[in-house]
């Protein structure tokens, strides 16, 4: 677990891994699964609610590649239920995510009433260390006491602290890092994706020190949420104590997304928004409240192609990390985790790493 001065906020690109011996011999034998709350993937990859990211296809192809994706709670209760089937109907892990207050309950309801097997509910907002999450999180235990619950988002050591309390199974960690979203700029607040998931890793492993004789606490699986672009990105992920990472923009460009093709100057695109864009607030709502700002923005990325070559193909994401688990002799993921060693480096070593040769 990276350790570092909450003081010093760190981004992905401010360090390095250094490499060390390695008694691995192909970058096939580390093993990836990892455990998120009673789900246990594969690859630690899962799809982001959005509705630009995942619905029934995103979420079948990803379980079928060993992640989970996650239902986005953008439309009708009805519409939410019928894609919900449709992964059950394919065998895989069904999460639907919902909000807060009581239309979000009716929603839940709703689903557990219509779908055949929810596997586990995320509660999603923006702020998760709220009263309004703890609200939520108390009705669902109530009326659900066996539904694993995931909670976020939260960016501190004191919010994953408060997770604990409430008692979820994992928890979303990251505010303000999403590549289409403007929450920091717009309003100050949020801790690089990357020091976040080192302070929330922190305050599990305290907790779990002081606590490592009451077995009926749970210490809630971390996800880091916001900011992931390149396989290295989930590499440090892990090693700041990530349990798994959560993925919008790496996946809104597959086929398996949402968004319908469009041509930009002959070249093929997806739509793919922030959830507190403006656009969406006009599509659910008619528009902003007065005294409201949006948080998103709106674009258009380029078509990538299948979900599985982003995750298996040439710059595959699995194969980066799997590359990278053999650099640093790590054969798991929670070996991989243990890995307390790294560096920091300046914009020249940044630009260094990235292939400058086919700069022009």
Partial sequence: MIEHKRIKGLSFDDILIPPVYSTIRSRSEPDTTTQVGPLTLKIPFISSPMDTVTESAMAIKLGELGGVGIIHRFMEPEAQAEQCQTVADAGRYVVPAIGVGE????????????????????????????????????????????????????????????????????????????????????????????????????????????????????????????????PSDVVKSIIGGADAVMCGGVFAGTDESPSELIYLNEVPHKKYRGMASASVQKDRRGGLKEGTCSEGVTTYIPYIGSLHSVLYGDDGFVGGLKSGMSYLNTRTIKELQEFDTYITITPASLNESHAYGTKK
């Fill in 103 to 230: 239309s979000e309950r009716q929603r839940l309801e709703f689903l557990m009433h219509k779908v055949d097997e929810i596997d586990m509910v995320s509660i999603d907002v923006a702020n998760g260390h709220s009263i309004l999450m703890e609200e939520m999180v108390g009705w669902v235990k109530e009326r659900y006491p066996t539904l694993p619950i995931m909670a976020g988002n939260i960016a501190t050591f004191h919010g994953y602290e408060f997770m604990i309390g409430l008692g979820v199974d994992a928890v979303r960690v990251g505010i303000g890092g999403g590549s289409i979203c403007k929450t920091r700029i717009q309003t100050s607040v949020g801790i690089p994706t990357l020091s976040s998931v080192v302070d929330c890793a922190r305050a599990r492993h305290k907790f779990q020190y002081y606590n490592k004789n009451n077995p009926n606490m749970k210490f809630p699986s971390i996800v880091a949420d916001g900011g992931i672009r390149y």
